[in-house]
């Protein structure tokens, strides 16, 4: 984990438990995240053209908590998404592009477009 190149960050808390943000994707830009507080699942899926989705693609699942801090990275070409498991959740996003530069690569899908969320018993 490196912040060289990074030129933002921004934190994220959700008002509920089990609300999702998602899915967002950017072309250009990647990002870092890491659980500031509380616990999320994280989901990414890579898109080649936001104009022509993926029907069934290969999604990664990632349980980021603070009790067990990680940073997740987030290539360029992956729709993210978060999911809040726990009330005091604070997510924090490191950005290589300013907000300008975020703006024009911004791409915005239904938060069930796909659907990682349901949390498994094990």
């Given at each position: 984990?490196?912040l060289?190149?990074m030129r933002?960050?921004?934190?994220v808390?959700?008002?509920?438990?089990g609300f999702?943000?998602?899915?967002?994707?950017h072309?250009?830009?990647s990002k870092?995240v890491?659980a500031l507080s509380?616990?999320?699942?994280l989901?990414?899926?890579?898109?080649?053209?936001p104009?022509?989705?993926?029907v069934?693609?290969?999604i990664?699942r990632?349980?980021?908590?603070?009790?067990?801090p990680?940073?997740?990275?987030?290539?360029?070409g992956y729709?993210?998404?978060?999911?809040?498991l726990?009330p005091?959740t604070?997510?924090?996003?490191?950005?290589?592009?300013?907000?300008?530069e975020?703006?024009k690569?911004?791409?915005r899908?239904?938060?069930?477009?796909?659907?990682?969320?349901?949390?498994?018993?094990?």
């Open positions: 984990f490196d060289k190149g933002r960050f921004y934190m808390e959700n008002h509920s438990v999702i943000r998602a899915w967002h994707l072309l250009e830009e870092y890491m509380g616990t999320a699942i989901a990414l899926l890579h898109v080649e053209d104009d022509n989705l993926p069934d693609p290969e990664h990632y349980v980021l908590t603070s009790s067990d990680a940073v997740l990275w987030i290539p360029p729709a993210h998404g978060a999911k809040t726990s005091d604070k997510l924090i996003f490191f950005s290589d592009a300013s907000l300008a975020s703006q690569d911004d791409f899908f239904d938060a069930f477009q796909w659907d990682p969320w349901s949390v498994v018993p094990r």
